[in-house]
């Protein structure tokens, strides 16, 4: 099945810096893939997404990046600011399955 | 609207219990998926509906558990018997789209088993 990996497990940036999330998966067959943010104690909440067909993506300060040959895909965060700080989840759907990461905690400090 | 809405919120039960959640879509979403999120193992997908059909129960642990959909506008988890490593918090998810990817999460159920 597939298997997707998410780094850094924890992230800690100044706010106005930047924040970069990196995922990878291994089925070449997946073709979407999703981003979630979670904030403590509250339900996951879809950020942003991209399609196996579209290399990058961008909704303001957010955007996602998509490299097919490596099979990677990683989520960048623009100008953080202090409610940017959650956890966020990578996910990749191969077939009739959806695989999630681990989890970044990031943090912006303000 | 008012999102998707499960019940209870939080449930603590005795092991070898029989433990029912409830998940009510958002109106007109044809997909609906049951999640389970532990610090362990992070978010995991259970199974999924489309039309009140199951279409993928891969990530049901055990025969322990079971899901119905017996309409649109309503689903369960059940659990029976109830096992402590079963204690985690219990999403449900609806979603509009053709393919199910657009998903809304509920606020979840957080489940103890003693």
């Known amino acids: 099945g597939e298997n997707v990996e998410q780094h850094p497990s924890t992230l800690s940036v100044q706010e106005g810096d930047s924040a970069v999330i990196k995922c990878t998966y291994s089925?070449?067959?997946?073709?979407?893939f999703p981003w979630y943010k979670q904030e403590l104690g509250k339900r996951p909440q879809l950020i942003i997404d991209?399609?196996?067909?579209?290399g990058e993506k961008k909704d303001q300060r957010i955007a996602v990046t998509l490299n097919k040959t490596a099979k990677h895909f990683s989520l960048h965060i623009t100008e953080t600011q202090p409610e940017d700080s959650a956890v966020y989840f990578c996910?990749?759907?191969?077939?009739?399955?959806?695989?999630f990461g681990t989890g970044t905690s990031l943090t912006v400090i303000p | 609207d008012a999102g998707v809405i499960q019940s209870p919120r939080h449930e603590v039960t005795e092991m070898g219990q029989e433990v029912t959640l409830r998940c009510k879509p958002i109106s007109g979403h044809d997909y609906l998926f049951w999640y389970r999120q532990t610090m362990m193992r992070g978010l995991e997908l259970l199974i999924y509906f489309n039309n009140n059909v199951p279409i993928d129960d891969s990530g049901m642990p055990e025969d322990r558990f079971s899901a119905k959909m017996p309409n649109a506008s309503f689903s369960t988890l059940k659990i029976q018997p109830s096992e402590p490593r079963d204690s985690a918090v219990y999403f449900c998810?609806?979603?509009?789209?053709?393919?199910?990817?657009?998903?809304?999460f509920g606020p979840g159920t957080r489940l103890l088993v003693l």
């Open positions: 991209i399609r196996s067909n579209v």
């Open positions: 996910a990749a759907r191969t077939g009739n399955q959806f695989y």
């Open positions: 998810a609806s979603s509009p789209d053709g393919r199910g990817e657009t998903q809304y």
């Open positions: 089925d070449s067959a997946s073709n979407y």
